[in-house]
């Protein structure tokens, strides 16, 4: 007896084959397009992370030629040898910065610019103080121009964060009022030796430089209240908060001082101010690079950070798509595989491909029987089978 076979499954379409490998294409390229997105953004943030503090190292080298050079000029008003070894100091150590770093921030040529007229400086002399104020404040316009060429090409003037660029914008405050401090405690000196006639151009000057004072030294005290208020770290306030109020304590009794009382300037009390100062911008301004530049490092560990967890987000998108892949090729393989038409015995196993049909088990040595008829077994007196019988 032949079992009839179950009937063979549908072989799947062409579409419904390709289909699944379409889905998965369309799954992984907004996948793929996202990743390359967020690699190529992280990139960007960590150049211009990078740069910025490339920026403020370079700022942090040229805050000693600052203060040396203010204090050249006052000497060379005052008519008294200069320290010309902390200025060659100073450049030389810029100068190495500028060597390492000058290409990428493009500061060579007003670099080569500066160095060159400090240098020219140092031959000059103390011998004509009205000359030399004229040489050095041409001198410090050149370095402040050179802050603010580091500050642009370095991207700091387009820091993204909140606190990072109030502290950036301090740094831009600072060397101008050290620059404009030296100014109008050297022009005081020079206003007594000043003929009567030139009395009212000077008191005109005097009082421009007390503004040019007090200008970036409100401007910075408002970028350091509002980086720490903007910051979330809790050492920012404590490092700041406390050189700021002695540097803007010194500022405003320099300007006071500086303010003619009747007709002179008392020369002892401006001259204390303006040391006072300058002692307190050397102490705030190492503290605003180091917090500024420790932003800059925590925000690369971020961004460093985020880069690993978006190489494991793409590298599990591909593992799951690989997977999936690969189901859908062993369905793909099963599916072209002929199918063989399923036969099954009397015992329940399944017959092979071909169609022979099904024979009984010969036993080995035993002789065959013959089929017997079915119905009740009769004796060995009954009788057999006749015609008759197949009418009943």
């Known amino acids: 007896m032949t079992v009839p076979a179950p009937p063979a499954r549908r072989r799947p379409s062409a579409v419904g084959r390709v289909l699944p490998l379409l889905l998965l294409v369309a799954l992984l390229a907004p996948m793929a397009l996202l ?52 200025l060659t100091r100073a450049v030389e150590a810029a100068a190495s910065v500028d060597a390492r770093i000058g290409d990428e921030l493009r500061t060579r040529e007003r670099w080569a610019g500066l160095r060159a007229r400090i240098e020219a400086l140092g031959a000059r002399g103390p011998a004509d103080p009205e000359a030399a104020f004229t040489a050095y404040g041409e001198a410090t316009d050149l370095l402040l121009a050179l802050h603010g060429k580091v500050r642009e090409t370095s991207g700091l003037v387009r820091d993204p964060r909140s606190d990072s660029f109030f502290l950036q914008d301090a740094s831009r405050g600072l060397p101008e009022t050290v620059v ?6 050297d022009l005081a000196v020079l206003a007594d030796r000043r003929p009567a006639a030139d009395r009212n151009r000077t008191s005109a000057d005097i009082a421009a430089l007390r503004v040019a004072v007090l200008t970036p030294a409100g401007d910075l005290v408002t970028d350091l209240r509002a980086a720490v208020d903007n910051s979330e770290s809790a050492d920012l306030g404590p490092s700041v908060l406390t050189p700021l109020d002695t540097y803007q304590r010194a500022v405003e009794a320099l300007a006071a001082h500086s303010a003619p009382a009747g007709t002179a300037v008392d020369q002892a009390q401006v001259a204390g101010a303006r040391l006072n100062a300058q002692s307190a911008a050397r102490q705030l301004q190492p503290v605003i690079l180091d917090e500024l530049d420790a932003l800059l490092a925590g925000r690369l560990d971020d961004l460093d950070r985020d880069r690993w967890l978006t190489v494991g987000a793409g590298a599990l998108a591909v593992l799951l798509w690989s997977t999936l892949g690969a189901v859908w090729l062993a369905a793909v393989r099963r599916d ?24 009984p088990t010969a036993v080995r040595g035993a002789e065959p029987r013959r089929l017997q008829p079915a119905g009740p077994a009769r004796g060995p007196g009954s009788a057999q089978w006749g015609p008759a019988d197949a009418a009943r």
């Open 35 to 86: 990743f390359v997105q967020t690699w190529r953004l992280t990139a960007d943030d960590r150049d211009l992370a990078g740069r910025e503090r490339l920026g403020v190292e370079y700022l942090r080298a040229l805050a000693p030629v600052t203060h040396a050079l203010v204090d050249a000029q006052t000497a060379a008003v005052a008519a008294r040898p200069a320290d010309s070894e902390a």
């Open 336 to 359: 072209r595989r002929p199918a063989a038409e399923v036969r099954r015995e009397p015992d329940g196993t399944a017959a092979g491909p071909d169609d022979t049909p099904w024979q």
């Open 180 to 185: 404009a401090t030296g100014r109008l405690a």
